[in-house]
Structure formats: C-alpha cells, structure tokens
C-alpha cells in the first residue's frame, strides 16, 4: 500500500488529480472517460455515457476539493466517526504533492490537447496505460466510504441514470 495513500485515508482526505483517458479535446463524445488518482493509483472513474443520456463532464470546468483533516459529515460517515480531540492540536502538511491538469480558459473554450500528459515530464504516456479494475476495485474496498450511487436517503427516487451503467470505480 503506498504510504502517502495510507496518509490520506487515515485523514479523510481525498488529494487527487483528474486526467482524461482519451484524446481529451473538446470533443467530449471522443472520450472514454476520466479517472482521479493518489499516488499512482486510480481510486474514481467517470466513464463517459453521453450515448446513454447521461450528463458527463466535458465542456465544463471541474475543481477538485482536498483536504489533509476534515470533520465534516462526508468525511466522518456521517458522524458515525468521531473526531478524537484528545490528540489535539493537529499539526499536518502536504508533502511530495504534485497536481496536473489542462487550465481551461475563462471563456469555456478549447480543452486538454491530445498530448496532454498528466504529470510534468512524462509526455502523455499514461494515456496508453491500462487503468485495470484491480486497482480500482482495491482502492474501494480499502478506503472508500461512501458512494453517491448506494445512497438511497439522497435518491429517494434510485440512483442516477449512471449507476446502472458499466463503471469501473
């Protein structure tokens, strides 16, 4: 298990980047998907079902949300963990972070060029990389808590459209 991984579920955070798995341009349809790593491994994927009718993430912009300790309910299982002060104050730092994503412009426009690579010097060779559902499926069943698509309390109605759908992750 990588060490900084263990580090982070152990916080609660989530410190992750996002990288398109195709040709990224703007051309959304083209893609297969995008997938958010830690430390190498890929611990979210969001397969494109634009076909199907379900909304994907092309033509907008995302942010990602990290974070080194966090109390809040989506961090603490809906408070079925508690926050154990006595330890208190915490003293934690980002160590070793590196992020890496296309910036795209204010207007909306363009997108990640075919080359896009997703860390600095490795030109694009994670694109031919196979994600495999190992990987995946490790991730989840180690440090995942919660996932939108078993919370029938917030979809009262069934999940979304995409959860019924092929997913990786």
């Not at 010097?121 to 499926?137: F, I, K, S, T």
């Amino acid at each position: 298990m990588p060490r900084s991984l263990n580090a982070l579920a152990a916080a609660a955070a989530a410190v992750v980047f996002v990288a398109c798995l195709a040709s990224c341009s703007s051309n959304a349809s083209a893609a297969a998907g995008s997938f958010w790593s830690v430390d190498g491994v890929p611990v979210r994927v969001f397969r494109n079902h634009e076909p199907a009718g379900v909304p994907y993430l092309s033509g907008q912009a995302m942010r990602v949300h990290g974070s080194l300790w966090n109390g809040e309910s989506w961090a603490t299982e809906g408070g079925r963990v508690k926050t154990n002060w006595s330890a208190a104050p915490f003293v934690t730092s980002y160590g070793g972070y590196a992020s890496s994503a296309c910036v795209v412009p204010a207007s909306g426009g363009g997108g990640c060029p075919p080359n896009a690579s997703s860390s600095p010097g490795d030109a694009g060779a994670w694109m031919g990389r196979q994600l495999g559902p190992e990987g995946v499926a490790w991730a989840r069943e180690k440090y995942m808590i919660y996932d939108y698509c078993d919370d029938r309390w917030r979809f009262r109605q069934g999940p979304p459209a995409e959860c019924n759908l092929d997913r990786l992750g």
